[in-house]
């Protein structure tokens, strides 16, 4: 009999914000969309493989992102989809036509025949001075329809009310329609820290963040080492950056205990970009464990990970065990 191979599954989600400032409406539309299409799912895939603990690593200003969006907040893509589109000026339709097509060409637009035709369409005329005025204010109304569409899990048909109806349907979207698919929105955003929450506390999965803001704190704490062997002429740290440094893992460490009832034993860090003292400053604030990637693992402990010819370890083994930083006693 082999030798069991141990690999913890580790998903990494997150968002910068994409406010302007803190009271107003985002810019982008990615922690909505991805809300929609990735955060819920992946978890409910769980009820699939029963026996199967993961882990959830989920960055602070992503919940806080979300948050936002279940108090009512919303972005420049979400306001268009909800406004007659009587109101259309040349330039909402062409910002429509250069961004509401945004999506994954064989997963998402060629499972909408009618889209896939208005994108045809978009691209037959996109040469034209006057492109705006191919489209019908229906087509408009149906581009952004299908857009947001695209972007909401299949595995929600049946969970939401409503939500099957509308995947089927193709065009003739009315704004009674556009408003229920932000509904539905809505009721998938708003239901992810919740369902994370009661798997969490279940025991079925385990949930770790982020420094706050998903800052590179190595570069905070040590800008040189971090630059090695480009650091001359660059100052040893950012003016205040160790104390940045603690404040991103402090408030994320409370942000964390409130969402989710007790603090995170591991944090992962940006980039997996480590250093040791930025290991110091995790094990000060009583972090159990982070993630490195192959690179900064291999010149940690001194070995190099061997691969063939095809790229496949020639023993993973050596990868896929914990590995623990002796202390510093001079820290």
Request: aromatic fraction near 12%; hydrophobic fraction near 35%.
């Amino acid at each position: 009999m082999g030798k069991k191979l141990h690999i913890a599954f580790v998903w990494h989600f997150h968002q910068p914000s994409y406010q302007e400032n803190a009271k107003g409406d985002f810019l982008m539309p990615w922690v909505r969309l991805h809300a929609t299409k990735d955060y819920l799912d992946m978890l409910l895939r769980l009820e699939d493989f029963k026996n199967i603990k993961l882990n959830f690593d989920i960055s602070p200003v992503l919940l806080e992102s979300i948050e936002k969006y279940s108090c009512g907040i919303k972005d420049i893509h979400l306001k268009l989809l909800l406004c007659d589109i009587k109101d259309l000026d040349k330039d909402d339709k062409l910002f429509i036509l250069e961004n509401f097509f945004d999506v994954n060409y064989s997963n998402m637009l060629q499972t909408r025949p009618y889209y896939a035709q208005l994108n045809e369409k978009r691209i037959h005329n996109a040469k034209k001075p006057s492109i705006t005025e191919c489209f019908t204010n229906q087509e408009y109304a149906d581009i952004m329809a299908n857009f947001t569409l695209c972007w909401i899990d299949k595995r929600h048909r049946y969970r939401y009310e409503g939500l099957d109806y509308l995947l089927d349907k193709e065009k003739d979207f009315t704004l009674k329609d556009r408003q229920k698919i932000y509904e539905i929105q809505m009721q998938i955003i708003k239901d992810i820290i919740p369902a994370y929450k009661k798997y969490q506390d279940e025991g079925r999965i385990e949930i770790s963040t982020n420094p706050y803001y998903h800052a590179i704190l190595p570069l905070l704490i040590n800008i040189r080492e971090c630059s090695y062997p480009y650091e001359e002429n660059l100052p040893n740290s950012i003016l205040g950056g160790v104390k940045d440094a603690k404040e991103q893992i402090s408030r994320a460490l409370d942000k964390f205990e409130n969402l989710f009832g007790k603090r995170p034993r591991g944090m992962w860090l940006s980039e997996q970009c480590v250093s040791k003292k930025t290991m110091n400053l995790l094990s000060y604030f009583n972090i159990d464990w982070t993630v490195l990637d192959e690179g900064i693992l291999s010149d940690s402990i001194g070995r190099e990970f061997a691969r063939d010819f095809e790229g496949n370890l020639e023993d993973p083994f050596a990868l896929c065990v914990n590995y623990v930083l002796k202390k510093d006693k001079n820290k």
